[in-house]
């Protein structure tokens, strides 16, 4: 219970110092932002401050801190340093530069930002990487909960009926202005997300001893062997990093009104979130009280998992919010992913979103893919697991390639020497994580551990080695030119 505590304190300390230094680096100024500059009344709408907050945490967050934080501590205590130090210096920064950034850029997307800073080659490449991760991930919460419904419902209203359901409210919420939806409804449902965890945490510390929260600990406590590196960093995204927020901080950064707010609400939301995932984490290992029998619950669906632990600890009460929660916080990141693929495909198509028939023309075909994705997903009895293994994945590279966009923005644009070290450390790292896995994993190239590491460190080496050319040129430009 202590080392959960001092995870919490570390996490504020992080957001009041290690949020400034982040800031400073970047130096926000008195510019005008897309939501006053352009304010087309669709994506670019002036936001009040605690409003944006509550949306950038929902469209972060959902599920994503619930679920990834539960696999994620079958692995043991040993998850809450990779959310807390993985949020402070990685996930946080990451939100933080991508949303900043973008609103330096009209509000551009990730994949306009990486051929701004990194080449046509990484244009094309993001842009086709975003979308698929974006519609991976809307197919994805579709699925949980529509099975959940399925099973809370009467029998005709099955998986498909449901999933048909969600599909049409994400026409909705992808084609209409951002703040008569997502802007209206977002705010109350962060708020629940928020009373979700501080209910269950609540709960555990108020059970009598009932309930024990392990102390941290570096040993690898997961029942099938599975190792630490790199399968715990690829599982537990949300909550620690995660390239999906690159594509939604976008979306806000059109909303902000002054880019002095960025730094609560990009660095603020993904340190909000990192509290909501050490609460799940903390309350999954004490609930099942060994982290076999919480990987064993596990088996039969995270869903069911955070619907026991909720029932188990809060009751009635319990029940309730976590219905509400599973249901719910997974539709508000599939919405948004899909509008933010709209945006996306604007960007390189060119087409005006003040008019309802372009963006039909987007949103069509793309819940039309994210519908077939999603029978697949139903009708096969892996199919979740086997998009949501590689939904993982390109989510953990997003964010590589995103760290790497922020690192070249950095090296242009910041007054400090060694300012662009912000992005290049957590950059190299996961480099060396989204390589090793690809490279181990089933669903990659299956290469012995010792292959996959070496290959995966060297990756991540060359990379660093390209940085510290450009760092080196920055610092020395008249050795650069070979005076």
């Not at 928020?194 to 009932?210: F, Q, R």
């Not at 976590?322 to 709209?342: H, L, Q």
Request: charged share 10%.
């Amino acid at each position: 219970m202590i080392s959960l505590f001092i995870s919490f304190a570390v996490l504020i300390v992080g957001f009041l110092v290690y949020g400034r230094v982040t800031e400073k680096i970047f130096s926000p100024d008195d510019r005008t932002t897309p939501a006053v500059a352009i304010n087309d009344g669709v994506d670019c709408v002036p936001m009040k401050p605690w409003k944006a907050f509550l949306v950038q945490l929902l469209n972060i967050a959902g599920t994503g801190p619930i679920f990834g934080a539960l696999m994620g501590a079958v692995f043991g205590p040993v998850v809450f340093l990779w959310i807390v130090f993985g949020s402070i210096l990685g996930g946080a920064v990451h939100d933080y530069m991508c949303g900043m950034i973008s609103s330096r850029h009209k509000g551009a997307s990730i994949a306009e930002l990486s051929g701004t800073y990194l080449g046509k080659a990484a244009k094309w490449i993001m842009r086709i990487f975003s979308v698929i991760l974006l519609v991976l991930c809307g197919t994805v919460f579709v699925t949980s909960p529509a099975g959940l419904l399925d099973r809370l419902t009467p029998e005709w209203m099955n998986g498909t009926f449901w999933a048909i359901v969600i599909l049409i409210y994400y026409l909705l919420a992808t084609l209409l202005p951002i703040d008569k939806l997502i802007g209206k409804l977002y705010p109350v449902f962060g708020i629940l997300l928020i009373v979700m965890a501080a209910s269950v945490i609540g709960g555990i510390l108020l059970s009598g001893g009932t309930y024990s929260i392990p102390e941290l600990s570096l040993k690898n406590l997961h029942p099938e062997g599975t190792p630490v590196w790199p399968y715990m960093f690829i599982t537990v995204a949300c909550g620690a990093i995660s390239g999906f927020h690159a594509t939604q901080s976008p979306m806000i950064a059109k909303c902000i009104t002054s880019e002095k707010q960025g730094r609560s609400i990009f660095y603020g939301a993904m340190i909000s979130e990192s509290v909501i995932a050490l609460v799940w984490a903390a309350a999954g290992v004490s609930f099942y009280g060994t982290t076999q029998l919480l990987n064993e619950a596990l088996k039969g669906g995270a869903s069911n998992v955070v619907y026991e632990i909720s029932t188990g600890v809060l009751g009635v009460f319990g029940g309730v919010l976590a219905v509400a929660g599973v249901i719910i916080c997974p539709i508000t990141s599939g919405d948004t992913a899909f509008r933010s693929a709209r945006l996306i495909l604007a960007e390189t198509f060119r087409l005006d979103q003040q008019k309802i028939r372009n963006r039909l023309l987007i949103t069509v075909p793309l819940l039309a893919l994210g519908g077939f994705l999603t029978w697949f997903a139903i009708v096969n009895d892996n199919g979740f697991q086997i998009i949501w293994r590689y939904f993982s994945w390109s989510n953990q590279t997003l964010a590589m390639i995103a760290l790497w966009v922020s690192t070249a923005y950095l090296l242009k644009e910041s007054k400090y020497r060694f300012g662009s070290l912000l992005t290049a450390a957590p950059a190299t790292f996961m480099t060396a994580v989204s390589f090793t896995y690809i490279l181990i994993a089933k669903e990659g190239f299956k290469l012995s551990q010792t292959v996959g590491y070496v290959l995966g460190v060297l990756a991540a080496a060359v990379l660093c080695i390209v940085y510290l050319t450009a760092l080196r040129r920055k610092l020395h430009p008249s050795q650069a030119l070979g005076r």
